[in-house]
C-alpha cells in the first residue's frame, strides 16, 4: 500500500445527456485501485467520437458521466496482486472508465507500458486511434500489398494513421476530406488519391477502371454509406466502423446481393483487444512504430481537462484535424 495517495480527483463530467453545456468540473473521492488494478496520476487524455455519443445521449450511460477510456500517466498506487508494473512507471491505456480526471484507475491486464522515446501526449494519442487503424486493415478485411482501398476523413485521427499503416504494407489508398487544408493533411499522412466527398463512388470506379475497391474503411456513415456500397467491387468488404456524420439507418440485406455478394461489418475495438496476446501484439507494433519514427502522430489540438466541452464542440463541428487531447 502507497502512502500518499490522493484523496480527491478533479474530474468534468456530464451532469446529463446534451450540449457541451452540460459539461461541468467537479471534486470527486479519488478512485482507488482494486485488486489487479493500477492507480495513475493522469498526463495526458486522448478525446474520442464515442465520448460525444456518450456525452449526448445517443449511447445510453448513466449521469453524472465522467467520460474517457484513454490517457496515459504515471503510476502511483497498485492493488494487490499486480505483476509487472512498477510505482513511477509510465503507462498508457485504452480501455479505462472515466479518464477525464486527474487520476483514474485501470486493470493492468489494460494497461501497456510506454517506451523511452513516446512522449505522454503521443501515449494518450495513439492507443484508440492506432489499435483500430491496425485491426482495421490486419483483421477485420486483411490488406494485401497493391490492393487500392479507400478509406473516408483522411485527415482525422484514426484517417491519418490507417493511410500511414495501409502505405506500410504496400496498398494505394483512396481517401476523402471535406476542405482544400483537409486534403493537404490527407496527402501529406500519405494518400494517394484525395478526392471530395461529392460523386466520390464514381471517381473511385475511374480510379480502379471500373473495377471498385475489394474493401471501404468507412468511419463516416450516414452520409457515405451509400455510395462506399457504391465503390466496392464484386464480393468487396463494407467496414463501417463509425458514425462521424451519423448512424446509419437500417439497411435491407438483400442490397448486398444485388451490389455483386458484398459482405458487410460493423466491428469496434473491444471485439479486436479479446486477450493479452493480440492486446500486446497491436501495441508493441504500433509502439514502436511512433517510437521509430515511422508513424507519426498528428496531435491537432490540446485542451485543459476543464475545457471538455470546447474539444467535443470542435469535433463535433468538422473543424479538427488528427487527435485531441485533454490536459489536466
Ligand atoms: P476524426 O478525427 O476522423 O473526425 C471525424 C471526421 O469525420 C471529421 O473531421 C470529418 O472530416 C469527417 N466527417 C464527415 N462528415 C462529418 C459530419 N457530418 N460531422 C462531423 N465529422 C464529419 O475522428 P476519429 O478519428 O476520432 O474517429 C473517426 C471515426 O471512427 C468516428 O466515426 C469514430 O466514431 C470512429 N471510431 C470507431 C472505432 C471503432 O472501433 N469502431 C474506434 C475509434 C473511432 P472531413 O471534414 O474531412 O469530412
Known sequence: FEEDLPDAATVTRA????????????????????????????????????ETYQRSGVYPVEYPFIPGAEASGEIIGLGEDVEGFSVGQRVATTEATGTYSTHFVVDAAKAVAV?????????????LQGVTAHYLINSTYKVSPGETVLTHAGAGGVGQILTQLLKAKGARVITTTSTPEKAKIAEEAGADYVLEYEGFAEKVRQITNGMGVPVVYDGVGKTTFTGSLDS???RGTMVLFG???????????QDLNKRGG??????????????????????????????????????????????????????????TTGKLLLIP
Do not use: C, M
Not at 115 to 127: N, S
Not at 289 to 305: E, N, Q
Open 262 to 319: 458484398l459482405y458487410i461489418t460493423r466491428p469496434s475495438v473491444q471485439w479486436y483487444l479479446r486477450n493479452a496476446e493480440e492486446r500486446s501484439w497491436r501495441l508493441t507494433e504500433l509502439f514502436s512504430a511512433v517510437a521509430s519514427g515511422d508513424l507519426k502522430l498528428s496531435i491537432g489540438s490540446t485542451y485543459p481537462l476543464a475545457e471538455a466541452g470546447r474539444a467535443h464542440d470542435d469535433l463535433e463541428s468538422r473543424r
Open 15 to 50: 451532469r446529463e445527456a446534451g450540449g457541451t453545456e452540460v459539461f461541468e468540473t467537479a471534486q470527486v473521492p479519488a478512485p482507488t485501485p482494486g485488486p489487479g488494478q493500477l492507480l495513475v496520476k493522469t498526463a495526458a487524455i486522448g478525446v474520442n467520437f464515442i
Open 232 to 234: 466496392l467491387a464484386v
Open 115 to 127: 517506451p523511452d522515446g513516446v512522449t505522454d501526449e503521443q501515449a494518450a494519442a495513439l492507443p
Open 243 to 253: 458514425g462521424a456524420s451519423g448512424q446509419v439507418p437500417p439497411y435491407d440485406l
